[in-house]
């Protein structure tokens, strides 16, 4: 697999012993270690087309949020893995809720600041992002529906697993899927397992095979043993935050609506990552980004916020490649336009919640409260950029 990257270096006359103080600092920051001086030369030339790509990249976004990082020696196999992966016959018929006409316009909403947004995880070399979009999308509805009475992590690995790979809501696993066909799954199963009863088994560092669905473990969810398998979700199926774009450039997609949307909860949206292996914070501009349109679509991750008081408004992101990427696991991406497409098939999981009268008004009451959290704890925000 690396071959043709080794080939590469030595034609272009790359020395085999690289003397390079950027290059030196880079092996030692990241702990880099070669199998030989034909690999390091191979990897050099890498590192070099990094720097010149992210250069170009940021006078593009026009301010720096690109640059040097782990994955700058790697070629693009190596790189972090993505999954969004629709079947061709696919067509959304799932409704579009309209949130717009009882706005309240917050100047900034970060649901972070209200715990309706669980910690950031890491899907590793496997192309599941997909599910864990729709697991981190069922968590939040799941906080907020029930004023956070319910708050623990559920498993992306069930969904990664189990999920049909036929049918019009196919998903392969890690080699790919998309998010209504993650909550097709859950929704025609016992339900979504937490993710200490199912865990998460896919390699972090090396690409391998899905696991085998944990079939057992996931029909004793509601058996004999359901007080001893924990806490576990169920929705009844999803909507959409505003319209879905399934074809052309996707330009025009409803902005408005989407902060309408994102004042009730976070969203599962799905994007064109194409730059990001390269992030390393800051504002992404739709210029830097490139394509917005649907069959540039190429990653599943959340929207938990916005923010109208930064220099450059920004949406801001979850990813699923671990706290060690971007911003502490975020990207910030252009709020004036649909960056990144992250309009395109933004969705929102119906919980099913067993909550009395009682029970029911306590959580209303509560989710007032963060969102008075998530909208007066984004003004002690302190992004420059």
């Known amino acids: 697999m690396f071959r043709a990257c080794i080939l590469v270096a030595l034609c272009c006359g790359v020395a085999a012993v690289v003397k390079d103080s950027e290059w030196e600092e880079f092996k030692a920051r990241y702990k880099k270690q070669y199998a030989d001086d034909v690999e390091e030369t191979a990897r050099y030339e890498l590192f070099l087309q990094s720097k010149e790509r992210t250069e170009k990249l940021n006078r593009l976004n026009g301010q720096p949020v690109f640059g040097i990082n782990w994955m700058s020696d790697r070629i693009e196999s190596e790189k972090f893995k993505k999954g969004l992966k629709r079947p061709k016959d696919f067509v959304p018929t799932a409704p579009v809720m309209d949130f717009t006409e009882n706005m309240r316009s917050p100047a900034s909403i970060d649901w972070r600041f209200a715990k309706a947004v669980t910690p950031v995880k890491n899907q590793g070399q496997c192309g599941s992002c997909w599910a864990f ?41 890690c080699n790919g899927g998309f998010t209504e066909g993650a909550y097709h799954y859950v929704k025609n199963a016992v339900g ?104 540039d679509q190429d990653h599943c991750v959340m929207a938990v916020g916005f923010n109208t008081t930064a220099p450059t408004p920004y949406w801001i992101v979850r990813n699923s490649w671990a706290t060690t990427w971007g911003e502490e696991g975020y990207i910030y991406l252009e709020m004036a336009k649909n960056t990144c497409g992250l309009a395109d098939d933004a969705t929102i999981p119906h919980v099913k919640v067993d909550l009395n009268e009682m029970d029911a008004a306590e959580a209303a009451s509560r989710r007032e409260d963060m969102y008075r959290l998530a909208t007066q704890g984004s003004s002690f925000q302190n992004l420059i950029v």
């Open 133 to 173: 979009s729709a697991t981190e999308a069922i968590e939040s509805q799941m906080i907020l529906a029930t004023g956070a009475k319910y708050d623990f992590t559920l498993s992306p690995q069930q969904i990664t697993s189990c999920a049909p790979s036929s049918g019009s809501h196919g998903c392969e696993g």
């Open 192 to 295: 979504l397992a937490n993710g200490f009863y199912i865990p998460y088994e896919q390699s972090l560092t090396q690409s391998q095979r899905t696991k085998s669905c944990p079939r057992e473990k996931v029909n004793a969810m509601d058996g004999e043993f359901e007080k001893l398998t924990g806490d576990y979700a169920q929705i009844t199926g999803y909507s959409y935050a505003v319209a879905p774009c399934t074809e052309g450039e996707c330009k025009s997609q409803n902005l408005k609506g989407l902060a309408a949307a994102l004042e009730r909860g976070p969203l599962s949206v799905c994007v064109n990552a194409g730059v990001w292996n390269d992030y390393t914070g800051g504002v992404l501009t739709a210029k830097a980004c490139g394509s917005m349109g649907a069959d």
